[in-house]
C-alpha cells in the first residue's frame, strides 16, 4: 500500500515589478509560494475542497505585491508568508522564495538618469522563508554572481594520487560564480543593510587578499561576511572553480609566461562550506 | 570568529561517453563527484597537503570510466564511491551524481542501425549517491521527461478566496516535466530493470487515468511505481503544471469549446510529494 | 542626416496548440509575423496611425490559429501571410516563421496511446515564409536534431600547417546537431510528405555511409534530400562537429583504444553548404 | 545531380583570455573563424588534402591572441582573417565574429581594485568581420544590453482592426535588449571610440526623450548614434518590446494606477530597422 508523505504545491515564477517613487526605482521579482498543511483528500481521491488553486496563490502574489512590495524584498515574503498562514487554517508551513532582478539607474553624461535603468551586473538578489505557526527561518542570499582575478591567486602543495597530472600553479587565474546563503538571527529585521555589508564584505575580501585555493578564499569570505553583520547566525557559500587554464603553445615553439588563457565551463571544480560563529 | 561548518568540494559535469560492443551502444554520463571529510587545514590557512586536486578528481572519474562503465549508471556511481573512500582515508563520504544522456538507436526503413543515435526524448536519467564507510543512500530517478494529455483532465470544486478567479475546468490538456527519484532499499541490486519499470509504472499512469487534479495523478503514479518495484522505499516526485489555457475569443466574437490553447511557461503550478509505502 | 532604411515589426513567440481530432493529435507551434511595409510615420514622429500593433498582430495569429491551424504548418503559414497582405494595403511583405513543438503519441505496453504524447526526439521543426503581392519564398527545415555515430567516421589526409596538431583518425565518433532547410519549388503544395522523405533520407545516409569527413556526409545528406523529393529546389545544411576526442589515459599507464570518449560542446567545428540541383 | 553551392567552414566558440598590463586588464574573447575557398574536393569525394582542419584553425587563433590580441577586438580580427587568406591561396574570404564578455574593475570601498573584476553589465560587444583579396566589411556592435524606462513612455493612437483589443496607454514601462550593429566606413580605424561613442549615444536617448513607440525610439537611437560618429555608415537595430502590463486588479476591488506591472518574456513585440545617413 502507498501512503502520502512529505508534501507541498504552489505557484512558482510569479513575476511582478513594482514602481516606487512615481518609477525613480523599481523592484522586480520572481516569486515561488509553496503551501504545507492538510491537503491529503486531494492526492487521495477525486476531492479538491481543500486546495487552494495554485491560480489564486498567484493572485495573492500579485495583489500583495501591490498593495506591499518595496525595497526589502524580506519584508515582503515575511507579508506573504503570514497572509497565507492567517487566511488558511489547514496551512502549517508556507515555502517563499523571492528572486530579485536588480534595475540600477543609468548614468548619461556623468549624471544619474531620473527613471531610466540597466540590469546589475551584480548576481541575483534572493530571499527564502519557512514560516509556520511556531517557527520562522529566513535565509537570504546572492547567485550567479559572477566575479575574477586576474592574478594574486596559486594552487600548490597538494596531494597526489597515481591520477594526479596537475602541476603546481603560481600565478593563475581565479573566476567563480558566487553563490552564498546567510541566515538572519530571529529578532534580526535589518535585512537590507546586513545583505549589503555581507557582500561588500566578501567582494573585498575577493579582491584584496592572496588566494592559496578556493578554499581559502572562500571561508575568508564568509569569516568577513560574519564579522560585517552580527545579525547572521551562519553562511554558505557554494563557488565554482570555473577554470581558464594556460595555453600551451610550446608545440609551436611559443612561450607563454601566463599570458593567455583557455576559459573553460566545464568540467568546473566545485567548492562548498557553511562558514558558522 | 569564524568555524568551518560542513563543507565538501571536487569536480562537476565531468562528461565521458564510453562504447560498449564495438559501439553497439554507447553510455554517455555527465559526472559529479565531492569529496567530504577533513580538509579543514586548506580552509583556515595556506595549507593544501590534504586536499585531492579537483583535477586530480575528474582524471579518476574518466579512468574509472574507461574500466568500468557499462549500461548501469548505479553500479558505477558504487564503483567510484569505493574508489575514493578506500583510496583516502581522510574522506569520509563521497557524493557522485551521475546525468546519463540516453542515445537511441535510430530505425531506418524499418530496420534498428547498427551503429547510428538519436537523443532519447525520455528524458535524463540520473543516480544519486552519498557513500561513507557506514552508509549508503542510493537514488535513481529521472528529469525533465515533458509529457501532455490532451484531455481526460479536469480541475474542478476547489476552495475559494478573495483572490479566485478560476473557473471549474471539466475538460482541460495536462502538461508537465516529470521529475522523479526513486530510493533503493539496501539489498537490491536490480538496478536497470527498477528503474524501467517504475519509469513504465508512472507513464502508464499518466496516460490511462482520469486526472481530477495534478496532485491526484501524482499520486497514483507514485503508488503504481511502488507496486512495481518492491525494491524501492519511496519515491519523490515534483510535476510543474505547465499550463495550457484555453484561449479566450469572446472579443472576436469566436467561440472555442476548448479546442486552442495558449501554452505558458510562467508562471507555473508546481506540485512536489513523497509517496512510501 | 538620418535616413530609415529597410525595416520591420512585429509579435514573435507567440505559442498556439490546437486540438486535431478531439484530441487523437495536437499541434503545438511558437509563430512569429513580422511586417513589411509603409510605417515610415512611426519612426519619424509621433504618428503611430500607421502601425498595426503587435497585440493585434497577436490576436490575429491565435485567432486564425484556431479557425485554420492544422497538421501542415506551411499551410497555415501561407494563410497568416495572405492574411496580413489582404487586409492592410499598406503592407507589402508579411515574414512568418513557425516553430513546432512535435508530440509523439505514447507507446504503453505496446499499444498507442488515445491522448498522451511526449516530446519527440526528432528536433525541432520550422517553416519560413516570405510572402509579398508579387512573391513567395518558403523554406521548411529542422533545428535540433542531435545525432551520433560511434563508427563508420574517420579525418584524415587533411592539410597541414605549423599550427596543425591533430593526428589523422581512422575509427572517431561523429555527433552533430543537424540543421537543415530546404526550399520549396514555387508550384509545390505537398509540404508534409516532403519534410519527412527529406529528413528520412538525410537520416539514412548519416546512418549507412561511411563519413571520411563532415563535408562529404553533408553533401552527402543534401544529395539524398534533393533525390528523396523532386519538389524542392536546394537545401542548406548547417552541421556543427561536437567532439568526441579519445580520452588520453597514457600518463596512467592506461591504453584506450577508441572506446573511451571525452565529449566537449565548445569549441566546435562548424560545416556548413548549400546542395542544389 | 547535386551541385555544391556556397559552402564554409571552421572553428567556433573558440575561447581565449589575454592579460594585459600585468593583469591591471583582461581581455576575453569567444572567437569564430569560418573559411570560404576550393574545398569542393572534401564535399564531392573522399579526399581531404584541401581542407585545414578546424583544429588547426582553432590553435591558430589561440596563438594569434597571444601574440597580438589587445583592447580593439576589430584589430585582432582583422589580423586574424588576413593570416588566413596569407597563409592559404585556396581561401577566397574568411568570416570572423568575435564576441567579448566584457570584464569591469571593481571599486572596493571607493577604491578601483587593481586585478579584480566582475561582469559588465551593458550587453556582449561583438565584431564582424568577412575580408576577402578585394574587399572587407566590417560591422560591430553590442547584444543582450538589458534596459528599462519606467515611464516616460507611451503608445496610443494606433490602426485598429477586428482583432484589435488593446487600449492606448499613456504611461508605460519601456523594456527591451537592445540589439545594434554599425557598420565602418571603408578607412576608418577608430574602432573603440567609436564604439563607446555609439553605445552612449543610444543610451542618452533611450534614457532622455519621451517614447511615443519603440519605434521612434529606435530611430531616434540610431540617428544619435549616425551623429555621433561619422565614421559609420549605417547602423541595425533590433528590439523586442518586453511587455510589462498593468496588473489588472479590479476583479479584487483594487486600483491600480500605473504602478504593478506584470513582465513577460514572450510573445514580445519586435522592431527591427537600419538608419542611414
Known amino acids: 500500500m502507498a501512503t502520502l508523505g512529505a508534501n507541498r504545491y504552489g505557484k512558482q515564477k510569479v513575476r511582478v515589478l513594482r514602481k516606487l517613487d512615481n518609477g525613480q526605482s523599481v523592484v522586480e521579482i520572481s516569486a515561488d509560494a509553496l503551501l504545507e498543511g492538510t491537503f491529503d483528500r ?38 506573504l508568508g503570514r497572509h497565507f498562514l492567517a487566511r488558511h487554517a489547514h496551512v502549517d508551513r508556507v515555502f517563499i522564495e523571492l528572486r530579485e532582478r536588480r534595475w540600477e539607474r ?20 534572493y530571499t527564502k ?11 537570504s542570499g546572492i547567485r550567479g554572481l559572477l566575479v575574477l582575478n586576474s592574478t594574486h591567486s596559486a594552487f600548490r602543495g597538494f596531494d ?40 561588500a564584505a566578501m567582494l573585498e575580501v575577493f579582491a584584496t587578499r592572496f588566494s592559496p585555493s578556493v578554499q581559502r578564499t572562500l571561508f575568508e569570505m564568509g569569516e568577513a561576511a560574519l564579522q560585517s553583520a ?7 557559500i557554494r ?15 611559443i612561450e607563454n609566461p601566463n599570458i593567455t588563457f583557455l576559459p573553460q565551463d566545464e568540467p568546473h571544480g566545485q567548492i562548498e562550506a557553511i562558514v558558522r560563529r
Not at 543609468?106 to 538578489?125: C, N, Y
Not at 587554464?245 to 615553439?253: E, M, Q, R, T, V
Open 239 to 253: 563557488m565554482p572553480n570555473k577554470h581558464y587554464f594556460p595555453a600551451n603553445l610550446s608545440a609551436f615553439g
Open 129 to 139: 522563508l519557512a514560516l509556520s505557526r511556531v517557527g520562522c527561518e529566513l535565509e
Open 160 to 199: 597526489h594520487t597515481e591520477f594526479t597530472t596537475l602541476v603546481d600553479a603560481d600565478d593563475r587565474i581565479l573566476s567563480t560564480v558566487i553563490e552564498a546563503g546567510w541566515t538572519f538571527l530571529p529578532d534580526e529585521t535589518d535585512y537590507r543593510s546586513i545583505n549589503e555589508r555581507v557582500l
Open 106 to 125: 543609468m548614468v548619461i553624461a556623468g549624471q544619474t538618469a531620473p527613471h531610466s535603468f540597466h540590469a546589475s551586473p551584480l548576481g541575483e538578489p
Open 230 to 236: 552580527p545579525g547572521i547566525a551562519r553562511i554558505a
Open 42 to 79: 486531494s492526492y487521495l481521491g477525486d476531492d479538491n475542497t481543500q486546495v487552494v488553486a495554485t491560480d489564486t496563490v498567484k493572485n495573492t502574489i500579485i495583489a500583495l505585491a501591490h498593495q506591499h512590495l518595496g525595497p526589502v524584498i524580506e519584508e515582503f515574503a515575511l507579508r
